[in-house]
């Protein structure tokens, strides 16, 4: 199993539309996961941090469930500059080190 | 507040030589962790520096090494350069070298090897 996993889409979505996405990640003594947003060719950029209450800001809203593993993205009323890929950020092993694990991402297009 | 930097943006190298990419870390910042991502993938870790001294290292072989400096400032040295080496290199800065901190990234340097 991977130690951070996220399905690569890509999720084709209209303007307007409520869209989520899933991250599981494999150890489980993880403490810390965030989301970022990439644009095609730029870096990544930091969308917010998960919180294990769950946390909001704005349209967005992420989750973290700790027994299944996972983390989730919603976005509501999506936006054409929504576009993008979001990377899930676990934190992990990194040979003898707890660094953070990086997902491949996952690709949204929102379509006007 | 100044932001990451990285220097050069775009370079191209040619198999079997050496480069090496800089980075100004966002001020205040004194850990600075690099990143080798290819098209399609996310970042891979390659190692991180935190007061001047390696804090940790991915999946990379010896011909990748670094340095960080007093300012914090850091380089990132490949030799003997492979094919597979072509990608996006990203410096990241965060604030202290625990993996709580959420990092901030810069432009990366883009490395072609023909």
């Known amino acids: 199993r991977k130690e951070v996993e996220q399905d690569p889409g890509p999720f084709n979505v209209p303007e307007g539309a409520t869209v989520a996405f899933n991250c599981t990640y494999s150890n489980s003594a993880s403490q810390s996961f965030f989301w970022y947003r990439q644009d095609c060719r730029k870096e990544p950029k930091l969308l917010m941090s998960v919180y294990s209450s769950g946390n909001e800001d704005g349209r967005f809203t992420a989750q973290l469930n700790r027994a299944s593993q996972y983390i989730s993205l919603l976005i509501r009323d999506s936006k054409l500059s929504d576009s993008a890929t979001y990377l899930c950020?676990?934190?992990?092993?990194?040979?003898?080190?707890?660094?953070?694990?990086w997902g491949l991402g996952t690709s949204l297009a929102v379509n006007p | 507040e100044t932001g990451v930097t990285q220097s050069p943006t775009h370079l191209i190298k040619t198999r079997g030589q050496q480069v090496t990419l800089r980075c100004s870390s966002q001020s205040g910042h004194n850990t600075v962790s690099w990143y080798q991502q290819a098209l399609g993938q996310g970042p891979q870790f390659i190692f991180q520096?935190?007061?001047?001294?390696?804090?940790g290292r991915g999946n990379f072989p010896p011909r990748f090494s670094g340095l960080q400096f007093p300012n914090y400032s850091s380089e990132l040295n490949v030799n003997a350069l492979e094919l597979d080496d072509s990608a996006l290199y990203l410096c990241?800065?965060?604030?202290?070298?625990?993996?709580?901190?959420?990092?901030?990234f810069g432009d990366g340097t883009r490395l072609s090897i023909l």
């Open positions: 990241a800065s965060s604030l202290g070298q625990g993996s709580n901190q959420p990092q901030h």
């Open positions: 950020v676990v934190n992990g092993l990194a040979g003898n080190n707890r660094k953070l694990i």
């Open positions: 520096y935190y007061r001047e001294e390696e804090n």
